[in-house]
């Protein structure tokens, strides 16, 4: 069974230029997250997806970043315009359905703002 | 709410000895809680996980964890330390729901 696919693996922009990483769930698995990690730190969820809804976005800075799931399956992470602040790594997760209490991770995402 | 806090952002043990990664917990509710291991450059691999069955967890690569309620802990132990065990470890907790919360992670260095 395929793991879930995130691309690009590293990319590296100047501030104020956009960005935007995508992720391919798990076959099958309705819910999926995308969380940031800093340096340092653990994992910190920005959204949650139930099928193409967008059901916890409350820590998501909305002034700048934003998230679709369109069909419900991959989904499009993105930053515009990104700021210094922003390098880190991005993770994307799916689980089967609400409730189910594991989470699968993809290899994430590292930004380099510049 | 939930909260998990590790002790001991590093960690260092010989090959072969006693791997003990702590990590306590806050919950106002039953909690599921998770260990996850990170090796660079990749994402989280699930190692085990409570969810209110035996206290005592086994995961894969020979670790496990005990659930202790009294003591809100959920200590990550390994008897015998191997160098592929350098990594990232950490701790996540969920009130039974799809939000986990994760500790700010140990990194453990296995020496020869």
């Known amino acids: 069974e395929a793991g879930v696919v995130q691309s690009p693996r590293y990319k590296i922009i100047e501030k104020k230029q956009p960005v935007a990483f995508w992720c391919n769930p798990i076959?099958?698995?309705?819910?999926l997250y995308w969380y940031l990690q800093n340096l340092g730190q653990g994992p910190e969820l920005l959204i949650r997806?139930?099928?193409?809804?967008?059901?916890?976005d409350s820590q998501l800075p909305k002034d700048r970043f934003s998230a679709e799931r369109l069909k419900g399956v991959d989904s499009t992470l993105k930053i515009q315009p990104a700021e210094l602040g922003d390098s880190a790594v991005y993770l994307c997760?799916?689980?089967?359905?609400?409730?189910?209490?594991?989470?699968?991770f993809g290899p994430g995402t590292r930004l380099t703002v510049l | 709410a939930q909260s998990v806090t590790q002790l001991g952002s590093h960690v260092s043990v010989s090959e072969g000895a006693l791997v003990l990664l702590r990590c306590n917990y806050s919950?106002?509710?039953?909690?599921?809680l998770f260990w996850y291991v990170q090796y660079p450059n990749q994402g989280l691999q699930l190692l085990l996980k409570y969810t209110s069955a035996a206290t005592l967890v086994k995961g894969i690569n020979g670790f496990e964890a005990e659930f202790k309620k009294s003591e809100t802990s959920f200590h990550l132990t390994k008897p015998s330390a191997h160098m592929s065990d350098a990594a990232e470890y950490f701790c996540a907790v969920t009130g039974g729901g799809n939000k986990l919360t994760f500790g700010t992670g140990t990194q453990l260095k296995v020496e020869l």
């Open positions: 997806y139930e099928n193409e809804e967008a059901v916890d």
């Open positions: 076959s099958g698995h309705n819910t």
């Open positions: 997760a799916s689980s089967p359905r609400t409730g189910y209490d594991e989470q699968f």
């Open positions: 919950s106002s509710v039953p909690p599921y």
